[in-house]
Nanobody, 126 residues
Framework: QVQLVESGGGLAQAGGSLRLSCAAS????????MGWFRQAPGKERESVAV????????YYADSVKGRFTISRDNAKNTVYLQMNSLKPEDTAVYYC???????????????????WGQGTQVTVSS
């Protein structure tokens, strides 16, 4: 079983940047779809960005498109989320997860992912 640990969260001002890292251990994740999700208090967990196993196919939620970039370094068994032009509405706990299948349709859903990390808090002030 793969274990995921998110890091890089913290406090940022609106317009600022953060880079989140998701370090995998226990098993290589190079053959898996990987995703970033977030959950704000009182809200459902939502998809943020997903990357295919090759890194060439990506998905971004409309709310983050053009601001966030997902990438992976399979040699390091790590997935990243570069977050630029942060907005207060980006405030949430961000989670990394492993895809349970090799692809997704239209919008990735949390139910299709597993091996969830503990999450890292991102807080953006205005």
């Amino acid at each position: 079983q793969v274990q995921l640990v998110e890091s890089g969260g913290g406090l940022a001002q609106a317009g600022g940047s953060l880079r989140l890292s998701c370090a995998a251990s226990g098993r290589t994740v190079s053959t898996y779809v990987m995703g970033w999700f977030r959950q704000a208090p009182g809200k459902e967990r939502e998809s943020v960005a997903v990357i295919g196993r090759s890194g060439g196919i990506t998905y971004y939620a409309d709310s983050v498109k053009g601001r966030f970039t997902i990438s992976r370094d399979n040699a390091k068994n790590t997935v990243y989320l570069q977050m630029n032009s942060l907005k207060p509405e980006d405030t949430a706990v961000y989670y990394c997860a492993v895809g349970l299948k090799g692809s997704w349709y239209i919008v990735p859903v949390p139910a299709d992912f597993g091996s969830w990390g503990q999450g890292t808090q991102v807080t953006v002030s205005s």
